[in-house]
């Protein structure tokens, strides 16, 4: 059982910066971060195989793309997710999560396929 922690979430304006972080106790293949916003589905933002040294095997959903980074550090054994410009559409609960999805991890993460989750941490950017 893998032990997530993740943490870092704020409120911020239009056009802000954050980062998440994930503490996970335990190994990891593929790690992922998922949203969900009040009345939608719960959707998989970006993942990352945590294996990878001097190199990065990622996914990122379009919504995203150009604007988030995702990363992993092996020694600290924590998964990030650096947010830039950020907009109100990225209000949401963010969670982290932990698995071995069956189509490796430069995929659109399914939640079926995470089967270790944090507890989630709020993020909200005003208009």
């Known amino acids: 059982q893998v032990q997530l922690a993740d943490s870092g979430g704020a409120s911020v304006q239009a056009g802000g910066s954050l980062r998440l972080s994930c503490e996970a106790s335990g190994y990891t293949f593929c790690m992922a971060w998922f949203r969900q916003a009040p009345g939608k589905e719960r959707e998989g933002v970006a993942s990352?195989?945590?294996?990878?040294?001097?190199?990065?095997?990622?996914y990122y959903a379009d919504s995203v793309k150009g604007r988030f980074s995702i990363s992993h550090d092996n020694a600290k054994n924590t998964m990030y997710l650096q947010m830039d410009s950020l907009k109100p559409e990225d209000t949401a609960m963010y969670y982290c999560?932990?698995?071995?999805?069956?189509?490796?991890?430069?995929?659109?993460?399914?939640?079926?396929?995470?089967?270790?989750w944090g507890q989630g941490t709020q993020v909200t950017v005003a208009s």
């Open positions: 999560a932990a698995g071995r999805p069956s189509g490796g991890c430069a995929v659109s993460p399914l939640i079926s396929e995470y089967g270790d």
């Open positions: 990352i195989y945590t294996g990878g040294v001097g190199f990065r095997i990622t």
